[in-house]
């Protein structure tokens, strides 16, 4: 079994930055394909960040366009630890985010993420 718990979320003004962190337990190691995930009011969940390892070329990283270029996912497999450095914030950030695991390498798709966190909210104000 796979335990994820979000931290980090909280309200920020517009152009500002947050980190989220995903602490991991069970049966996660490097071969998982971790990802976040947000969900606005009214909306669908949406794909924002997926981090995915292969022994001979490391970690992979894929965003949403919506994020490229702000947003940087990373991982500290020693401390079993999801991170999402979010900067330059705008309002359509305001999300509830997740973090997610998958056996899948490098998925956007939500279908293929067997485990989720509870969530936490991200707030950004004009």
């Known amino acids: 079994q796979v335990q994820l718990v979000e931290s980090g979320g909280g309200s920020v003004q517009a152009g500002g930055s947050l980190r989220l962190s995903c602490a991991t337990s069970?049966?996660?190691?490097?071969?998982?394909?971790m990802g976040w995930f947000r969900q606005a009011p009214g909306k669908e969940r949406e794909f924002v960040a997926v981090?995915?390892?292969?022994?001979?070329?490391?970690?992979?990283?894929y965003y949403a366009d919506s994020v490229k270029g702000r947003f940087t996912i990373s991982r500290d497999n020693a401390k079993n630890t999801l991170y999402l450095q979010m900067n330059s914030l705008k309002p359509e950030d305001t999300a509830v985010y997740y973090c997610?695991?998958?056996?899948?390498?490098?998925?956007?798709?939500?279908?293929?993420?067997?485990?989720w966190g509870q969530g936490t909210q991200v707030t950004v104000s004009s």
């Open positions: 997610a695991a998958s056996t899948q390498w490098l998925s956007s798709r939500r279908s293929e993420y067997e485990y």
């Open positions: 069970g049966r996660t190691d490097s071969s998982f394909g």
């Open positions: 981090i995915s390892w292969i022994r001979w070329t490391g970690d992979s990283t």
